[in-house]
C-alpha cells in the first residue's frame, strides 16, 4: 500500500473517461477504471500503470446496485480506500420528444443520474471516513437545452442539481463536488451522432468546429484538464461549480 490518493473514474475504457484516468494518474493518483465490460479498460489501464501508479479494471454497470457494491469492494480490497470519483459513464438515446421511448428516457435516467447518485454514494463513506474527497461529474452544454435530447438535456441539468447538493452535504469532511460541461469533444459518442445524421464523422466535426469561437472541436485532454483541477489537492475552497469546457461561453 502506498499514500497515495484513490480514484475512481467510469467509463473510463475509452473517449473523455479514458483521457481523464490517464491525466489523474499523471498527478499521481492511483485508479480504478471502470466500465461495462472489464476487457475494455485494458488499453486504458495499461496507459495509467504507464505513469508508474497503480490500476485495476473492473466490469460494472453504474446504475445497479449490485455491481457499484462489488466494484467498491474490489477497489478497497486491491488498491484501498478510494476518495476521489469521476462519474463520466454515459449513453445517448437521442429522439425528437415525440418518437422517444419510455426506454430511451429510462436508460439516460439510469446510467446519468441513478449512476452518479449510486457512486457517489458509495464513494462518500470512503471520503468521511479519510476527512477529504472530491467528486466531478459530467455535465454537457445539453443542460442548456439541446433538440432531439429531452432525455439528456434533462439528466445532465439533474448532474448540476445533484453536484451543488453534494457540495453543500459534503463541505464540513473537506469533500468537494464539481461538474464539468463540455461541448462538442471529438469521441465514439458524436461518432455515433454523427451515423444517425448520415454526416460522415469528419464533416460532422468540421461543422460543428465552425460555431466553436477557438474554430477547433475538443479532444478528451480538454476535459481531463479540467479534472485534474477539480481534483487536485490544490482545488480544496472550489465547491459546487460547473465548468463549461466548451470552446466558447455556449453550445
Ligand atoms: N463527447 C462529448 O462531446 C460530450 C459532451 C458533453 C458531455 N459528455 C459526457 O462525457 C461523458 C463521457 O463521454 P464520451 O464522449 O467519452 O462517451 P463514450 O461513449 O466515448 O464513452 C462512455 C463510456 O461510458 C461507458 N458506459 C456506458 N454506460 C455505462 C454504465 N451503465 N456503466 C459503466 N460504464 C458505462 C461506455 O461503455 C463507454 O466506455 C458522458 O457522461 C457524456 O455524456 C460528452
New binding site residues.
Given amino acids: 500500500m502506498t499514500n497515495r490518493r484513490i480514484a475512481i473514474v467510469?467509463?473510463?475504457?475509452?473517449?473523455?473517461?479514458a483521457a481523464i484516468a490517464t491525466r489523474l494518474a499523471a498527478q499521481d493518483r492511483d485508479v480504478a477504471v471502470?466500465?461495462?465490460?472489464e476487457s475494455?479498460t485494458r488499453e486504458t489501464v495499461e496507459a495509467v500503470r504507464a505513469a508508474g501508479v497503480r490500476a485495476i479494471g473492473i466490469g460494472?454497470?453504474?446504475?445497479r446496485t449490485a455491481d457499484v457494491e462489488a466494484a467498491f469492494a474490489r477497489v478497497v480490497e486491491d488498491l484501498g480506500a478510494p476518495t476521489i470519483l469521476v462519474n463520466?459513464?454515459?449513453?445517448?438515446r437521442d429522439n425528437l420528444l415525440f418518437k422517444m421511448t419510455d426506454a430511451d428516457w429510462d436508460a439516460v435516467v439510469?446510467?446519468?443520474l441513478r449512476?452518479a447518485f449510486l457512486m457517489s454514494r458509495a464513494v462518500q463513506r470512503h471520503q468521511v471516513e479519510a476527512q477529504w474527497g472530491r467528486i466531478v461529474s459530467?455535465?454537457?452544454?445539453?443542460a442548456l437545452g439541446n433538440r432531439g435530447q429531452a432525455n439528456?438535456a434533462a439528466v445532465?441539468a439533474g448532474i448540476q442539481g445533484f453536484t451543488k447538493t453534494l457540495a453543500i452535504e459534503l463541505g464540513r469532511y473537506n469533500v468537494t463536488a464539481n461538474a464539468i460541461?463540455?461541448?462538442?469533444?471529438?469521441?465514439?459518442?458524436?461518432r455515433?451522432t454523427a451515423e444517425r445524421m448520415k454526416v460522415p464523422f469528419e464533416d460532422f466535426l468540421a461543422g460543428a468546429a465552425k460555431e466553436i469561437p477557438v474554430a477547433r472541436v475538443?479532444q478528451?485532454e480538454d476535459?481531463a484538464e479540467a479534472a485534474a483541477f477539480f481534483t487536485s489537492d490544490a482545488a480544496s475552497f472550489v465547491s459546487g461549480q460547473v465548468l463549461y469546457v466548451a470552446g466558447g461561453p455556449k453550445a
Fill in positions: 467510469t467509463g473510463g475504457a475509452r473517449g473523455i473517461g471502470l466500465d461495462l465490460d475494455s460494472a454497470d453504474v446504475s463520466n459513464a454515459g449513453i445517448l439510469a446510467v446519468h449512476g459530467l455535465s454537457s452544454t445539453s439528456y445532465k460541461a463540455p461541448g462538442f469533444i471529438a469521441t465514439d459518442m458524436l455515433q475538443g478528451p476535459v
